[in-house]
């Protein structure tokens, strides 16, 4: 059976709405079925499973917008994803999805997570016009057409650890979770270098070109 009654708090930042909030406690009774309709449970169900692991747990709930987070011995299990960048408010929802959960298997798998970060860069390439087909010519293709190559850097190096993730090679990443846990970051400035990049410009040329035609005038003769 499920007690709801709230026992102690703690702030943490939460996954889902990546705002800092209080987790209220929910007490969870060693003899929980593991068919409980707890929509978190399911998701963690063959975790448990196959690791025999269905003693006392505990479950919080997010004050803010009631996600579920599950604890075991003192540890976060699910999603226990405190540590890593929430994707960026740009960040185009066909990308998102593939983001989150390379975030949710980053704590088991940061090689599986690197290669879902790949993914996610592939469609990103479909959203900045390319095919999404072959990423290293959608690089290509986006260096040819001007893109900074700050941010062709931050495209490659994300395909070729994810590659590498995939095949491994010349570079191990079974245990690295720092160059792992580094590609979030570098997904998020490649989102802020084009799509919010972009964004920002339309905004900036669209207020510059309301200005009135005198004062326009008087800028382009200052600066001729």
């Not at 999805?97 to 390379?102: F, L, R, V």
């Not at 190559?149 to 590498?164: H, P, Y």
């Amino acid at each position: 059976m499920q007690d709801k009654s709230i026992n102690s708090r703690s702030k943490h930042k939460c996954i889902n709405c990546g705002r800092d909030c209080e987790l209220h406690n929910l007490n969870i009774s060693i003899s929980i079925p593991l068919e409980t309709p707890i929509n978190t449970f399911f998701k963690y169900k063959n975790y448990l499973e196959e690791h025999n692991e269905i003693g006392n747990l505990e479950m919080k709930i997010c004050s803010n917008c009631g996600m579920y987070h599950i604890y075991k011995d003192a540890e976060e299990i699910y999603p226990g994803l405190s540590d890593i960048p929430i994707p960026h408010e740009k960040m185009p929802e066909s990308v998102k999805k593939i983001y989150n959960e390379a975030r949710e298997v980053f704590p088991k798998s940061p090689r599986a997570s690197t290669a879902l970060l790949r993914l996610s860069l592939q469609i990103l390439c479909k959203e900045l016009g390319e095919e999404g087909k072959n990423i290293n010519n959608d690089i290509h293709n986006l260096h040819q057409k001007g893109l900074n190559q700050k941010i062709i850097n931050s495209l490659d190096i994300v395909r070729v650890l994810g590659n590498e993730a995939v095949h491994p090679g010349e570079i191990d990443l079974s245990d690295d979770k720092e160059i792992a846990l580094n590609l979030f970051d570098i997904m998020n400035s490649i989102i802020e270098d084009t799509i919010a990049s972009q964004i920002r410009n339309k905004n900036i040329e669209k207020i510059y070109s309301s200005l009135p035609e005198s004062k326009v005038k008087a800028i382009e003769n200052r600066d001729k």
